[in-house]
């Protein structure tokens, strides 16, 4: 009997590892297919069967899957978005293509143009911010002064906030404006940009798997301009009004795009309004969000997503009530990491369930004011919200990772474009 493999289309360097440990405790033998294998570090590290191909190239992948069924009997296929999130995509057509179970490829496709989901949702009746889409500088500029500044200016696709910030007066939307169109904002087509009214309020995100809500995290994050994520709570706990008015709208949200088959979670800002949706991911969410969930109730998502990948059974029960949060480890500045401390002393603390750096000492580090900045989190869980809070900052305080910025300017630019990956 040939050998059950779970084809991994390219991979993630937070929930990447997860995902290869799931399908090994489930008896599968994980293969990644990636454009670059060797950028994701467990890939090497865990002996992972990996295949260079083009995975912009559907009829390349397929080919691919083809030649691995001459071996093995493929079981499933998933994958990982990437900074365009055409990856998850494609995965739907493999599933498609291979009559394997999977998301509905129209479905993830709809939800990837920012500006199509919200033509779907606003039909759909789903609450959101005022939005127009825009091509040039001058639309721009007259879809900013309809709606009022301050907006928010995002690329129509893309994910991790690229692209993305906040512009409170003029100068800051010519500048940003500049900077999508004649910047080095690398566009894998024509520009179109989002021209946002800035919904102000909480951030909560709600996770979903099927058409199951799991629970609703809060999002913190740094200052503006930028929209950098920095802390993460799951569950919050919220009033039964609000909070069944967010399962309300998440559910709208999942029959009118067609989705209700996997992972989704679902941004809202809860304003004066009430819900105001943000955006529709059909996908899991990066690390740490499955780990948080976890912690927080005991439901694996990574491991319950792999059984629905290859057919089997899966189980969403909750087996405890905690709070989990973590904190991640954004980069302030330009320059070099000089040394990373104090992980263990961190780790040891009783609550701390994870320490965890993306880079080494002596890396290079270049900001982007996104979720690449983002080089490591600490996450803490414990039954009482103000316990795990206070054993979270008491690990943070214990880390010491300088940053020393960079002698001159052209080092910074030797380095700028080889930092760490986007996925």
């Known amino acids: 009997?040939?050998?059950?493999?779970?084809?991994?289309?390219?991979?993630?360097?937070g929930n990447g590892l997860a995902y290869v440990q799931a399908a090994r405790r489930l008896g599968l033998h994980p293969i990644t297919l990636s454009s670059d294998p060797a950028q994701y570090d467990y890939v090497a590290t865990e002996s992972v069967q990996a295949i260079r191909v083009e995975t912009d190239n559907l009829h390349a992948m397929i080919?691919?899957?083809?030649?691995?069924?001459?071996?093995?009997?493929?079981?499933?296929?998933?994958?990982?978005?990437?900074?365009?999130?055409?990856?998850?995509?494609a995965v739907a057509k493999?599933?498609?293509?291979?009559?394997?179970?999977?998301?509905?490829?129209?479905?993830?496709?709809?939800?990837?143009?920012?500006?199509?989901?919200?033509q779907i949702l606003t039909e759909a009746g789903v609450p959101m911010p005022a939005y127009r889409l825009a091509a040039n500088a001058t639309e721009i500029e007259t879809f900013a002064a309809e709606i009022g500044l301050p907006v928010i200016l995002?690329?129509?696709?893309?994910?991790?906030?690229?692209?993305?910030?906040?512009?409170?007066?003029v100068d800051e939307l010519v500048e940003h404006t500049t900077y999508l169109l004649k910047g080095k904002y690398i566009w894998r087509s024509s520009p179109r940009i989002l021209i946002e009214e800035f919904a102000?309020?909480?951030?909560?995100?709600?996770?979903?798997?099927?058409?199951?809500?799991?629970?609703?995290?809060?999002?913190?994050?740094?200052?503006?301009?930028?929209?950098?994520?920095?802390?993460?709570t799951f569950p919050i706990l919220l009033p039964d009004q609000e909070r069944e008015r967010i399962s309300d709208v998440s559910l709208t949200c999942l029959q009118a795009l067609g989705l209700g088959w996997g992972p989704t979670n679902i941004e809202f800002r809860w304003t004066k309004r009430g819900p105001a949706m943000i955006e529709v991911n059909p996908r899991l969410g990066g690390a740490p969000d499955p780990q948080l969930v976890q912690l927080a109730c005991g439901v694996d998502l990574i491991t319950e997503h792999v059984k629905l990948v290859i057919g089997d059974e899966w189980h969403l029960v909750k087996s405890h009530s905690h709070t989990a949060?973590?904190?991640?480890?954004?980069?302030?500045?330009?320059?070099?990491?000089?040394?990373?401390?104090?992980?263990?002393?961190?780790?040891?603390?009783?609550?701390?369930?994870?320490?965890?750096?993306?880079?080494?000492?002596?890396?290079?580090i270049i900001t982007k004011g996104d979720s690449r900045d983002c080089i490591g989190y600490v996450i803490a869980a414990s039954p009482s919200r103000a316990r795990t809070k206070a054993t979270l900052q008491r690990a943070v305080d214990l880390l010491d990772w300088p940053i020393t910025p960079f002698a001159t300017p052209g080092e910074r630019e030797q380095f700028a474009a080889s930092d760490f990956p986007d996925r």
């Open 325 to 364: 949060t973590a904190r991640k480890l954004i980069a302030d500045r330009d320059g070099i990491l000089e040394r990373i401390n104090g992980q263990g002393r961190a780790a040891a603390i009783p609550g701390v369930a994870e320490v965890r750096f993306y880079v080494q000492p002596e890396t290079p």
């Open 1 to 13: 009997m040939a050998r059950r493999a779970l084809i991994l289309i390219e991979g993630h360097r």
């Open 63 to 89: 080919h691919e899957c083809l030649q691995l069924r001459t071996g093995y009997d493929i079981a499933g296929i998933t994958g990982f978005s990437g900074d365009d999130e055409l990856v998850y995509v």
């Open 154 to 169: 995002k690329p129509a696709e893309g994910s991790g906030s690229k692209g993305v910030r906040l512009c409170r007066g």
């Open 94 to 118: 493999l599933c498609r293509h291979f009559d394997l179970p999977g998301p509905n490829p129209a479905s993830i496709e709809r939800c990837c143009d920012k500006f199509v989901q919200r």
């Open 200 to 232: 102000q309020g909480p951030l909560y995100n709600a996770q979903i798997m099927g058409s199951e809500i799991i629970g609703i995290s809060e999002s913190e994050f740094g200052p503006p301009p930028h929209f950098v994520s920095r802390e993460l």
